[in-house]
């Protein structure tokens, strides 16, 4: 089957600090990289679709200077969380598509941030 | 804009038990539909997909899903619930075709299974 990694697992990290979260597909390439943000016990929230060698687009209400992400490879996307506030603390998760695996998305096991 | 309602949020039910799961969504043409599994601090496990066909899908750890057009519903269902099947719940429309298949994940549903 089709692996997501992301690294990593988990973080703490001041007030003020950047975070970089890495998005990896294993076994395939990555067309598109799709990263959400997941609340305690709430839904997943799209935040942005990352395209290969393209700018990614970031939904609506989301900050693209505080969010940036960057997919430089078929199958590496990295998202970095600038200038982290309390607020931004929340569990992120990323996805991989790749057009050859029937419209299927990946998902990776989830970074989780924690900003004091 | 397409849509996804799980309108139970929380669900018990005893071991071996069987076990139904709503979900309904709004899509304005033949949506992709998805099933995920969530334990706790983890990522999403793909249960099962419908993209076309046979309106009964078949996925793993023995569940089921039925795709019902005309009630805009894919309920997941599975005939004897056991422990291990304690988590959360998401379904999901995505759009067919390119474009990365943004998906739209419901609420979520609990389910805690009682001994």
């Known amino acids: 089957g089709a692996v997501v990694s992301q690294h990593p697992s988990w973080v703490i990290c001041k007030s003020g600090t950047s975070v970089k979260i890495e998005c990896r597909s294993l076994d395939f390439q990555a067309t598109t990289m799709f990263w959400y943000r997941q609340f305690p016990k709430q839904s997943l929230m799209l935040m942005a679709t990352?395209?290969?060698?393209?700018?990614?687009?970031?939904e609506q209400g989301v900050e693209k200077d505080k969010f940036l992400i960057n997919h430089a490879s078929l199958t590496l996307s990295t998202l970095t969380v600038t200038s982290a506030h309390p607020e931004d603390s929340s569990f992120y998760i990323c996805?991989?598509?790749?057009?050859?695996?029937?419209?299927?998305?990946?998902f990776g096991p989830g970074t989780r941030l924690t900003v004091l | 804009a397409q849509s996804v309602t799980q309108p139970d949020i929380h669900i018990t039910v005893s071991e071996g038990a069987s076990l139904e799961l709503r979900c309904n969504y709004s899509y304005g043409a033949t949506p992709y539909l998805f099933w995920y599994v969530q334990s706790p601090g983890q990522g999403l496990q793909l249960l099962l997909k419908y993209f076309s066909g046979d309106t009964l899908v078949q996925g793993i750890k023995g569940f089921e899903a039925e795709f019902k057009r005309s009630q805009s519903s894919f309920n997941l269902r599975k005939p004897s619930v056991h422990w291990s099947d304690a988590a959360e719940y998401f379904c999901?429309?995505?759009?067919?075709?390119?474009?990365?298949?943004?998906?739209?994940f419901g609420t979520g549903t609990q389910l805690k299974v009682e001994l």
């Open positions: 996805s991989a598509f790749s057009s050859g695996r029937s419209g299927e998305q990946f």
């Open positions: 990352s395209n290969e060698g393209s700018k990614a687009t970031y």
């Open positions: 999901a429309v995505g759009a067919i075709g390119g474009g990365g298949n943004k998906l739209t």
